[in-house]
């Protein structure tokens, strides 16, 4: 004979929507969970699913390089309205160097060294730099108390110590030894005096010369206007 069957209890299926319907009707289900705590897990669920179907994941910015990342108004000034310097020309003349004449340069000396000079017992004049080549006369100006440019010496190619090799000259010697500070030694070939001193202040005015501490080159004014034949030859 075939077995009896037993009838089985039918199971009622229970949902979500069925749990907050006896949590709103004040009942508690079968699972022993409070409504208020049951309803707060629900929420929490639907919110949860809620969040991740509508919720967009954001992409991460991508990393721009530093110098795009910095604003112009972090970025210096200087560098975005700044112009490129134009290079100057090494060649490019001097003020003033049209009027120069240089073959002839105004030499700053004491005045005991220009009557040494005149006395022909100073034949070398000796300075630590070197002029030009084509340097042929050095105006002599005496400083304080005479203050005006007494004498024109005509020159040639400097010395350097153990060239000179005479000792008829003052301070010759030491000069050829190297105890002199000085480097370059201008042989005196030539002598004229002025007729009439050129003072500082008349070489300021007519020829735009302003005296100096060492030396310069005197304007081409200045070698027109005061010739050597207007002036007496010492030597």
């Not at 949590?23 to 508690?28: C, I, K, M, N, Y």
Request: proline content about 8%; aromatic content about 8%; glycine content about 6%.
């Amino acid at each position: 004979m075939p077995a009896e069957r037993t009838a089985r209890p039918h199971l009622k299926q229970t949902t979500l929507f069925s749990f907050d319907q006896r949590a709103a009707a004040g009942s508690t289900p079968s699972t022993g969970i409070k409504p208020s705590k049951l309803k707060g897990t629900i929420n929490a669920a639907h919110a949860s699913d809620d969040s991740d179907a509508s919720t967009p994941v954001k992409a991460k910015p991508a990393r721009r390089p530093m110098d795009s990342a910095l604003s112009d108004s972090h970025r210096p000034t200087s560098k975005l309205n700044s112009k490129p310097k134009p290079k100057l020309n090494a060649k490019a003349k001097k003020a003033g160097d049209e009027d120069r004449a240089e073959t002839d340069v105004v030499l700053s000396i004491k005045p005991e060294f220009t009557k040494l000079i005149s006395e022909r017992k100073k034949n070398y004049e000796y300075r630590k730099y070197k002029l030009k080549e084509s340097v042929e006369r050095l105006w002599l100006y005496e400083t304080a108390p005479t203050s005006a440019i007494t004498y024109v010496m005509e020159t040639s190619t400097p010395k350097v110590p153990g060239e000179v090799n005479d000792p008829s000259g003052i301070g010759n010697d030491d000069f050829d030894k190297g105890l002199k500070q000085s480097k370059y030694g201008y042989p005196v070939t030539g002598l004229f005096r002025l007729k009439r001193p050129l003072t500082t202040t008349q070489l300021k005015e007519r020829f735009d010369i302003a005296v100096p501490q060492g030396w310069r080159y005197a304007t081409r004014k200045l070698v027109e206007e005061v010739g050597l034949e207007a002036m007496e030859r010492v030597f």
